[in-house]
């Protein structure tokens, strides 16, 4: 049975309301390595980043994050794949739109939410997916970035900017996918069971 994405918003009418309310931060940046980047629709906010509806491999994304001005200021270009979504890269980088239509869209919208970046109040997160490595989450941890979340398949205290949602590891040791909800009849996501709200009223 396939239930139908107006019930689901149906059923996340009271989280969301209640979590704009609480949400005093405004005009913020988030820059992520996967699809967590939902919360900005589910909080009602202008999408100030280009990294929503795609993903990086965590190499890559730490990359990214380490030379940030040099990425964003080279050109998109896409890239031969066998994947039936555009595949793009930034130089060495290489970035999934998986959900884009086509590699014109996908670099139309890069473009546009890339400008609209907001490096005064900026928040970055990694999800553990994608060959992300305790290593590349140490290196996480260490950037300079004021503002930092990793979403852990396990406790680990000795990442700082860790955080571990109980249940949501992995067999293949990933997180799983967070912005799934937690069952069939439920409006809860599994990145509900984090604060994020407080995360961003960090400012």
């Known amino acids: 049975m396939k239930i139908s994405k107006y019930y689901r918003a149906f059923l996340r009418t009271a989280l969301n309301s209640e979590n704009k309310k609480r949400l005093f931060n405004r ?8 699809c967590v980047g939902v919360i900005l629709h589910e909080l ?13 491999g965590a190499e890559d994304y730490i990359k990214f994050l380490e030379k940030l001005d040099y990425y964003l200021g080279q ?13 793009a890269k ?3 980088i290489t970035i999934y739109f998986m959900h ?8 139309r919208i ?7 970046i907001n490096r005064d109040n ?3 997160i990694l999800v553990q997916q994608n060959g992300c490595t305790e290593e590349l989450l140490k290196k996480f941890d260490e950037l300079s970035y004021k503002h930092k979340l990793a979403l852990t398949a396990r406790p680990m205290p000795e990442i700082k900017c860790s955080y571990y949602i109980s249940g949501s590891e992995q067999p ?13 009849f439920t409006g809860r996501r599994w990145i509900d069971d984090y604060d994020y709200v407080g995360f961003l009223n960090m400012k």
Do not use: H
């Open 27 to 34: 005009n913020f940046t988030i820059l992520c390595n996967n």
């Open 44 to 56: 009602g906010e202008r999408f100030n980043s280009p990294t929503v509806n795609l993903f990086f």
């Open 75 to 87: 050109a998109l270009v896409e890239a031969q794949s066998d994947k039936d979504y555009p595949v």
């Open 90 to 92: 930034l130089d060495d």
């Open 100 to 107: 884009y239509p086509s590699f014109d869209e996908a670099k």
């Open 110 to 116: 890069w473009e546009k939410r890339t400008e609209r």
């Open 122 to 124: 900026l928040y970055v």
């Open 172 to 184: 293949n040791g990933d997180v799983m996918d967070s912005c799934k909800y937690k069952g069939k």
